[in-house]
């Protein structure tokens, strides 16, 4: 690897914790424009986070003028060097249509790499397309799994949704 290559590494990172404040306000002012700058230059340099914030600035239009098809390629791309964070939001713009056609198969592709990964919302998520055969056959002991799984991690409506099943079977016997 030449200097460039090992300078790479610390510059990106350094990009997006700058970002990162200009975004929150924490330490700097806040401003969205120049987060939005930060983030992209990090995106160029191969920050997958970064990459996912500047998704997320596109879909919602803050510091930049909103773009949903800009968004979704940005998250395509973070998903694919896996963010997480970035297989989830591409998973709902899927399910919803939102900057790109509506997709179930493939927002069920991308909300079972998230999950498969520990992120509670996907795996709650999953819980439900697999309880209301979602792009999927219905499978209740699949749709608990995932809800449980969720549920380990604090995730408050998972937990809401087991007590929910739990009482209908309860009421049922």
Same mark, same amino acid.
């Given at each position: 690897m030449d200097a460039k290559g090992r300078?790479?590494?610390? @510059?990106?990172? @350094?990009?997006?914790?700058? @970002?990162?404040?200009?975004?929150?306000g924490e330490g700097l002012p806040q401003d969205m424009g120049k987060a939005f700058k930060r983030f992209r230059r990090a995106t160029l340099l191969g920050h997958a986070d970064s990459q996912c914030q500047a998704a997320a600035m596109y879909l919602a239009g803050q510091g930049v003028p909103?773009?949903?098809?800009?968004?979704?390629r940005l998250f395509r791309g973070a998903a694919e060097n896996a963010n997480t964070v970035a297989q989830h939001n591409l998973a709902c713009l899927y399910l919803l249509g939102d900057g790109v056609p509506v997709d179930k198969a493939e927002a069920m592709r991308w909300f079972r790499l998230a999950a498969g990964q520990g992120l509670s919302d996907a795996q709650y998520i999953l819980g439900y397309m697999y309880l209301g055969g979602e792009a999927v056959t219905m499978d209740k002991a699949e749709a608990e799994m995932w809800f449980r799984l969720a549920a380990v991690q604090d995730h408050k409506h998972a937990k809401k949704t087991i007590d929910k099943i739990n009482s209908m079977i309860i009421q049922s016997n």
């Open positions: 300078q790479a590494g610390p @510059a990106r990172e @350094a990009r997006f914790r700058l @970002a990162a404040m200009y975004n929150s909103q773009d949903k098809a800009r968004a979704s």
